[in-house]
């Protein structure tokens, strides 16, 4: 290995350790010990086992996991780290009665989490009903509190052109945020802050019913998926999601600090282009409704740069 790829591989590692080191922050966890070794555990073992008195054995409490909210009463507790010993539901069991209005009334001007107190308004997901595709980021900016939209500052612009880049137009598509509420100085929301606003996302995808999902970032990666890896270990590969196809990729704030991952981001959301593209929507009935590229977008995408599209 050369002391480039060596110096890149231990800069990754680094990366991910701060990701995993704040992830723990938020869980309130200040130390973390070193693994034991096995004689270790087991003398610990034996020793619990000879100093406490025996106990009934109780039945494991089952803890569900997060996305099984998507059709529940937003007010019902939310699992943290979700349970994986119960089956997937499938997009069928997604199904709901429930439109969008409905989800933004029970919303409300929702005071449910400390981040009420800062924001100007709650910045629920907009775009087609009935889009087939779905973008996912992390909150709202100051554009956002502002204008009540998601994703319209210097962030919003590039995945506007994102969008275009692909063949639909941003009336389209549907946009939307893990959190409504923006976080003071646009920091990151806590796991607590997330956890009580995502149950209203899971409503909407259950609702809408895309037939992709991009999430970007890994705020949203991880509060959408049961998965702990850091976005780079998973963009470009799709995931699933009750049966929906879901496309993890960068934010498009991270792609305004390192225009070097356009590219990555590009490759990524061919992906979903190709995809639509071949795939018809199992839940539309007639063509008129379905979102195709025609021969002569095509082309036009395809004669100018890929790349042109993201700067």
């Given at each position: 290995m050369s002391i480039d790829?060596?110096?890149?591989?231990?800069?990754?590692?680094?990366?991910?350790?701060?990701?995993?080191?704040?992830?723990?922050?938020?869980?309130?966890?200040e130390t973390v010990e070193p693994a034991k070794t096995p004689e270790a555990t087991s003398a610990v073992r034996e020793t619990r086992t000879?100093?406490?008195?025996?106990?009934?054995?109780?039945?494991?409490?089952?803890?569900?996991?997060?996305?099984?909210?998507?059709?529940?009463?937003?007010?019902?507790?939310?699992?943290?780290?979700?349970?994986l010993a119960q089956p997937k539901s499938s997009l069928a069991q997604l199904q709901t009665k429930e439109s969008m209005e409905d989800?933004?009334?029970?919303?409300?001007?929702?005071?449910?989490?400390?981040?009420?107190?800062?924001?100007t308004q709650v910045v629920n997901?907009?775009?087609?009903?009935?889009?087939?595709?779905?973008f996912v980021g992390e909150a709202p900016g100051a554009e956002e509190d502002a204008q009540g939209k998601p994703f319209v500052g210097r962030a919003g612009q590039l995945l506007t052109k994102i969008i275009?880049?692909?063949?639909?137009?941003?009336?389209?598509?549907?946009?939307?945020n893990v959190n409504r509420?923006?976080?003071?100085?646009?920091?990151?929301?806590?796991?607590?802050?997330?956890?009580?606003?995502?149950?209203?996302?899971?409503?909407?995808i259950a609702a809408v019913q895309p037939d992709v999902i991009v999430v970007m970032g890994n705020t949203a990666l991880r509060n959408l998926l049961e998965v702990r890896e850091g976005i780079t270990r998973v963009r470009g590969q799709f995931q699933d999601f009750?049966?929906?196809?879901?496309?993890?990729?960068?934010?498009?704030?991270?792609?305004?600090?390192?225009?070097?991952?356009?590219?990555?981001?590009?490759?990524?959301?061919?992906?979903?282009?190709?995809?639509?593209?071949?795939?018809?929507?199992?839940?539309?009935?007639?063509?008129?409704n379905r979102t195709f590229i025609s021969d002569a977008l095509r082309a036009n995408l395809l004669a100018r740069s890929e790349i042109a599209h993201l700067r």
């Open positions: 790829a060596a110096a890149n591989e231990l800069l990754e590692l680094l990366r991910e350790t701060r990701e995993y080191s704040r992830y723990f922050g938020e869980l309130g966890v000879k100093t406490r008195p025996l106990q009934a054995t109780a039945k494991p409490v089952e803890i569900a996991h997060p996305a099984a909210v998507a059709v529940s009463e937003s007010n019902q507790q939310d699992s943290l780290f979700g349970d989800i933004w009334r029970d919303i409300g001007d929702c005071t449910r989490c400390g981040l009420c107190e800062g924001r997901t907009y775009g087609n009903h009935k889009a087939r595709l779905m275009e880049a692909i063949g639909f137009k941003r009336e389209e598509v549907l946009i939307g509420c923006r976080p003071p100085g646009n920091r990151q929301p806590t796991l607590e802050e997330a956890s009580i606003c995502r149950p209203f996302l899971f409503r909407e009750r049966g929906i196809k879901v496309m993890p990729t960068f934010h498009p704030a991270y792609l305004l600090r390192d225009p070097s991952k356009k590219r990555e981001t590009w490759e990524d959301l061919k992906k979903v282009r190709d995809y639509l593209d071949t795939t018809p929507s199992p839940r539309l009935d007639s063509l008129a």
